[in-house]
């Protein structure tokens, strides 16, 4: 195989640039499902600009490592005990990560097995491309902790599944299957067989085929009745809030 060296090398960042000019970014020690907290975050960023920084990078494949998770989401136990004002510091890390990853000059393709949720999607979301295995788990599971995605899901997914489909996955918190979502922009293409070799056959593709970079925030929405279908979707979520309070309301009582 091509020759690879190493970029830049931390506990949880390692960077690889191949003799064909194709570029790995991988997560690392961050645990079985590739979850991402402050130390991780930094160390991606700076993993990204030494990257970015070589003029013989052509593509960049993003990963998690091993085959169970690309990232399964922010550290639910950092977060646990951050204030609001960090707590606001954490999320704009983690938003800065994802703008950094868009801004990357050459294509950026998010490589995706098993989970991908909240922070790892929104990581997703910034790449230019997205390749995945059937029966990888997608969502933006925020709400059920009561708070909302603060790293740009509300703003990119809405640009690549339509407003309506979107919409569901943020206010449920729902887990997608990755197949329920084939045939739309969110994936480039679907791998079957061994996804390593995949991801890397779909980079040569986009540096061969010359394709232009996506930027999920520049796309744009044309979606007929839009006031209507949010004003809908807004007394919809009002209902359920509502319930939810008596609910919690009545259980405290019993």
């Not at 994802?98 to 050459?106: G, H, M, R, S």
């Not at 925020?142 to 489909?165: C, N």
């Amino acid at each position: 195989g091509a020759a690879v060296r190493i970029v830049h090398q931390s506990a949880h960042a390692l960077a690889t640039l191949d003799a064909a000019g194709i570029g790995t970014l991988q997560l690392g020690d961050a645990g079985r499902l590739n979850i991402i907290g402050s130390a991780a975050i930094g160390e991606l960023r700076e993993a990204l600009q030494a990257l970015a920084a070589l003029p013989e990078l052509r593509v960049l494949v993003l990963r998690g490592s091993g085959d169970r998770a690309f990232i399964g989401g922010a550290d639910i136990g950092e977060m646990a005990t951050l204030t609001p004002a960090t707590a606001e510091a954490f999320i704009t890390r983690l938003a800065g990560l994802c703008d950094a990853v868009a801004e990357i000059p050459v294509p950026v393709i998010a490589r995706i097995p098993g989970w991908c949720l909240g922070g790892g999607l929104e990581l997703a979301l910034g790449c230019h491309f997205r390749v995945a295995v059937a029966g990888a788990q997608i969502a933006l599971p925020e709400v059920k902790l009561g708070i909302l995605p603060g790293a740009g899901g509300t703003q990119r997914l809405p640009r690549l599944l339509g407003p309506e489909a979107a919409l569901n996955m943020i206010v449920s918190g729902t887990i997608v299957p990755s197949e329920q979502l084939k045939g739309t922009p969110l994936f480039d293409e679907f791998i079957d067989g061994d996804l390593q070799a995949g991801a890397l056959a779909f980079a040569e593709k986009v540096v061969k085929e010359k394709r232009p970079l996506k930027r999920v925030r520049d796309l744009k929405i044309d979606y007929p009745n839009a006031d209507a279908f949010f004003q809908f979707a807004r007394n919809t979520v009002g209902a359920i809030a509502r319930n939810a309070s008596k609910c919690s309301r009545a259980s405290a009582f019993s």
